[in-house]
């Protein structure tokens, strides 16, 4: 895992908040990683999501969480992060 992990979670309706649930309380969501100038849709069992997890429970590493608009992340036709505008 690199030392250096950028991950977006969206809602799958820009309708919806991340935090909205379906009947059942499950979250309607998408995770993406950046890996090598892309966005990449991340499956809830990737090695990625894995590594997130382990990398977070690690106190010694630090990180940062950041809202970004929705306004801000570009999406193509299939719901596909292709770009984020940060100031």
Same mark, same amino acid.
């Given at each position: 895992m690199a030392d250096e992990i950028y991950?977006? =979670?969206? $809602?799958? $309706?820009?309708?919806?908040r991340i935090t909205d649930t379906d009947e059942e309380g499950n979250f309607d969501v998408t995770q993406f990683f950046y890996d090598e100038g892309n966005w990449?849709?991340?499956?809830?069992?990737s090695e990625?999501? =894995?590594?997130?997890?382990?990398?977070?429970?690690?106190? $010694?590493?630090?990180?940062?969480?950041?809202?970004?608009?929705?306004s801000a992340v570009t999406f193509d036709e299939?719901?596909?992060? =292709? $770009?984020?505008?940060l100031p």
């Amino acid at each position: 895992m690199a030392d250096e992990i950028y991950i977006i =979670t969206a $809602s799958n $309706s820009k309708d919806k908040r991340i935090t909205d649930t379906d009947e059942e309380g499950n979250f309607d969501v998408t995770q993406f990683f950046y890996d090598e100038g892309n966005w990449v849709e991340a499956a809830p069992d990737s090695e990625e999501l =894995t590594g997130v997890g382990e990398y977070l429970g690690n106190e $010694s590493n630090l990180f940062v969480i950041m809202f970004v608009p929705y306004s801000a992340v570009t999406f193509d036709e299939n719901q596909k992060i =292709t $770009s984020v505008k940060l100031p």
